[in-house]
């Protein structure tokens, strides 16, 4: 048998001392949630991890070969909305 023991910190000020606060249900499955006491914050443990930069950097490629949002969507398996997110982040907006 294999047992692995994690001790957890807080993602803000490292703190130890941090208590269980519900489950986070986004996703496939549900993630613990704690509370640090030291710095009043709320967050997730081993929170879902985020598109990559190469996974972005793709989307917005095949986007700008002129391939529609949902079709890159369908192709890259991300939601349309996130596509639109990144398109929107990725503008540069002229200086007023
Ligand atoms: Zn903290």
């Not at 509370?35 to 793709?58: F, I, V």
Request: proline share 3%; with cysteine.
């Amino acid at each position: 048998m294999i047992t692995e023991t994690i001790i957890h910190s807080c993602h803000g000020c490292q703190s130890m001392n941090i208590r269980r606060n519900g489950w986070d249900h986004r996703g496939k499955k549900p993630r613990q949630k704690y509370h640090c006491l030291d710095c009043n914050t709320y967050g997730t443990l081993n929170p879902d991890g985020h598109y990559d930069e190469a996974t972005k950097e793709r989307a917005l490629a095949i986007y700008q070969e002129r391939a529609s949002i949902r079709g890159t969507a369908r192709v890259m398996g991300v939601h349309r909305n996130t596509i639109c997110r990144w398109i929107k982040k990725k503008q540069t907006r002229f200086p007023n």
